[in-house]
């Protein structure tokens, strides 16, 4: 029998996002059928303070040996940490990456991998050089909607595909929602829907195409900002894809992201549209968590009956506590850092750099359609650079 894999996690940052993944992290992996892996979270670090990280701990029921930093290098640099979490805000990803890539660990770092495509490809050259692992913290790969979706695809469930609509939209009043200096509307920390929501509409559309050169061949966008800092409000992106083979139609995709829109108004509203000659994969629930999915297959031809069989299968709850016994979801994504690291793998067969660099090239195009820029401290591919403060 093959030994149990023990992996040592550190999370960088304490913001919301860091404590659901730290809560799946110390959910026992035999419950969703891995028992050939053990996650073992060993250390959390706060920029703030040191009691800060404690703090931290003490909300997520961190082991007794889980050590609190109040500076990120400390953590870094710990020998009894394999591989880095980095859970902080977009405008910081790049610069706490490359810490970590050059103390020698592996890293994991939450979407958007970085703020440009450019720096992106500078962390995969540093992984290369460091041999290390890197992964862009994109959950919705490893979620069992969203490998189901796939095996449909891969299994022609719909046919050729030809049309992609993907929505991410919350549905708030920025103006009320967000306090001034949040993340969400500043452009000190790379805020505003396309960095944070927009991504993941992307990333759905990619996703419903064959494997290989996922680039569009042409993009179109157009944006709304908000007044107050200038981030984008409201973004739609028109992509076309190539065919998969020179007998098949070229692909039109939209991903659209917005603050003040709802991607699911009624709650039977779906998300995620993939269109193909011989029927529709819908995906509802949130773009970042999806719950369920529908397959719709039809028949030939306009005076064919449009609906000839309807599978429709639940699986995340839509009612996620965030309570340790019922997982976010960030676990399956932990559970493929720990499959690949213990394979000598530097990136994901399943999220692979090339596919995080496409994603950052689509969105570095639709900035500079829309004239949309970040300072330029957060932009840069200098190391190490300072940031400006941050609330995690």
């Given at each position: 029998?093959?030994?149990?894999?023990?992996?040592?996690?550190g999370i960088l940052g304490t913001g919301h996002i860091a404590k659901y993944f730290a809560e799946d992290l110390l959910i026992d992996p035999a419950t969703r059928e891995r028992i050939d892996i053990v996650h073992l979270?060993?250390?959390v670090a706060s920029s703030r303070s040191e009691d800060v990280a404690?703090?931290?701990?003490?909300?997520?029921?961190?082991?007794?040996?889980?050590?609190?930093?109040?500076?990120?290098?400390?953590?870094?640099?710990?020998?009894?940490?394999?591989?880095?979490?980095?859970?902080?805000p977009h405008s910081h990803h790049f610069q706490n990456a490359m810490l970590a890539l050059e103390a020698g660990k592996h890293v994991l770092c939450?979407?958007?991998?970085?703020?440009?495509?450019?720096?992106?490809?500078?962390?995969?050259?540093?992984?290369?050089?460091?041999?290390?692992?890197?992964?862009?913290?994109?959950?919705?790969?490893?979620?069992?909607v969203s490998v189901e979706v796939r095996r449909l695809l891969q299994a022609g469930a719909i046919g050729t595909i030809t049309r992609v609509f993907a929505d991410n939209g919350l549905g708030v009043d920025p103006y009320r929602e967000f306090p001034t200096g949040d993340r969400m509307v500043v452009k000190e920390l790379a805020g505003g829907a396309l960095l944070d929501l927009g991504v993941y509409s992307i990333h759905w559309v990619l996703q419903a195409l064959a494997k290989g050169n996922r680039r569009p061949i042409q993009i179109f966008s157009t944006m709304t900002k908000y007044p107050i800092s200038g981030v984008d409000e409201t973004t739609t992106i028109l992509m076309k894809f190539?065919?998969?083979?020179?007998?098949?139609?070229?692909?039109?995709?939209?991903?659209?992201?917005?603050?003040?829109?709802?991607?699911?108004?009624?709650?039977?509203?779906?998300a995620v549209r993939i269109q193909g000659d011989e029927g529709e994969i819908q995906v509802f629930g949130w773009p970042w968590c999806p719950s369920q999915l529908r397959v719709i297959k039809q028949g030939p031809g306009i005076d064919t009956p449009r609906t000839m069989s309807i599978d429709d299968v639940s699986f995340l709850s839509?009612?996620?506590?965030?309570?340790?016994?019922?997982?976010?979801?960030?676990?399956?994504?932990?559970?493929?850092?720990?499959?690949?690291?213990?394979?000598?793998?530097?990136?994901?067969?399943?999220m692979p750099w090339l596919e995080s660099l496409t994603v950052m090239e689509?969105?570095?195009?639709?900035?500079?359609?829309?004239?949309?820029?970040?300072?330029?401290?957060?932009?840069?591919l200098e190391y190490p650079v300072a940031l400006p403060a941050k609330t995690s």
């Amino acid at each position: 029998m093959e030994e149990t894999f023990h992996l040592r996690w550190g999370i960088l940052g304490t913001g919301h996002i860091a404590k659901y993944f730290a809560e799946d992290l110390l959910i026992d992996p035999a419950t969703r059928e891995r028992i050939d892996i053990v996650h073992l979270l060993s250390g959390v670090a706060s920029s703030r303070s040191e009691d800060v990280a404690h703090e931290f701990m003490t909300t997520v029921r961190a082991p007794s040996y889980c050590q609190a930093y109040g500076n990120y290098s400390d953590l870094v640099n710990c020998p009894t940490i394999d591989v880095v979490y980095i859970a902080t805000p977009h405008s910081h990803h790049f610069q706490n990456a490359m810490l970590a890539l050059e103390a020698g660990k592996h890293v994991l770092c939450e979407k958007s991998l970085t703020v440009n495509a450019a720096q992106a490809k500078k962390l995969f050259a540093v992984a290369e050089q460091k041999q290390r692992f890197l992964m862009e913290g994109l959950w919705i790969r490893f979620l069992p909607v969203s490998v189901e979706v796939r095996r449909l695809l891969q299994a022609g469930a719909i046919g050729t595909i030809t049309r992609v609509f993907a929505d991410n939209g919350l549905g708030v009043d920025p103006y009320r929602e967000f306090p001034t200096g949040d993340r969400m509307v500043v452009k000190e920390l790379a805020g505003g829907a396309l960095l944070d929501l927009g991504v993941y509409s992307i990333h759905w559309v990619l996703q419903a195409l064959a494997k290989g050169n996922r680039r569009p061949i042409q993009i179109f966008s157009t944006m709304t900002k908000y007044p107050i800092s200038g981030v984008d409000e409201t973004t739609t992106i028109l992509m076309k894809f190539a065919p998969s083979t020179a007998d098949r139609p070229e692909i039109q995709a939209t991903a659209s992201a917005s603050l003040r829109a709802r991607s699911n108004p009624d709650g039977e509203t779906a998300a995620v549209r993939i269109q193909g000659d011989e029927g529709e994969i819908q995906v509802f629930g949130w773009p970042w968590c999806p719950s369920q999915l529908r397959v719709i297959k039809q028949g030939p031809g306009i005076d064919t009956p449009r609906t000839m069989s309807i599978d429709d299968v639940s699986f995340l709850s839509d009612d996620v506590s965030f309570v340790s016994d019922d997982p976010y979801g960030l676990c399956f994504e932990a559970d493929e850092v720990a499959r690949c690291i213990r394979q000598g793998l530097l990136e994901s067969p399943e999220m692979p750099w090339l596919e995080s660099l496409t994603v950052m090239e689509i969105m570095d195009t639709v900035r500079r359609e829309n004239d949309l820029k970040f300072p330029e401290e957060i932009e840069t591919l200098e190391y190490p650079v300072a940031l400006p403060a941050k609330t995690s």
